[in-house]
């Protein structure tokens, strides 16, 4: 009876520890620098958009419906139809200067994007933490 015991014991502790872990995850910030890319803000952002960098949207397709950066693609990043490797080396030469952004510094969408751009040898990604809503609360232009 006492092994029983022990192991349920023991199985509720590491499913607690996993579930908060999960749920510790979702809510976490993004972090301030990604290694390889340069962090900028809406300012900078802007002056990159108005030079022609691509700017990849790895929002959810709700969002991106709801307004994004002008011609900017869409990638949903959860979506690995379109995002992966192959689909966006067919999009983005490796040559350009691409900018990932997402929904804010809750949104981890946007450093995990720089991060696979960098390992996927593009050498001029730029991580826009602050995301969409900078862009917009800076009254830049909409789709």
Known sequence: MKKFNLRHL??????????????AYAGAPSPQTVQGATTVDAAHAKKLWQ????????RKQADWDAGHIPEAIHADRKNHDVYNQAAIETQIPKSSAVVSYCNGEDC????ETAEDLVHWGYGKVYYFRDGFP??????????
């Open 108 to 111: 981890l969408r946007s450093s």
């Open 51 to 58: 030079d022609g960098a691509v700017f990849l949207d790895t």
């Open 10 to 23: 023991l199985a509720s502790a590491v499913i607690g520890g996993l579930l908060f872990s999960t749920s």
């Open 134 to 143: 900078a862009w917009k609360s800076a009254g830049n232009p909409l789709e």
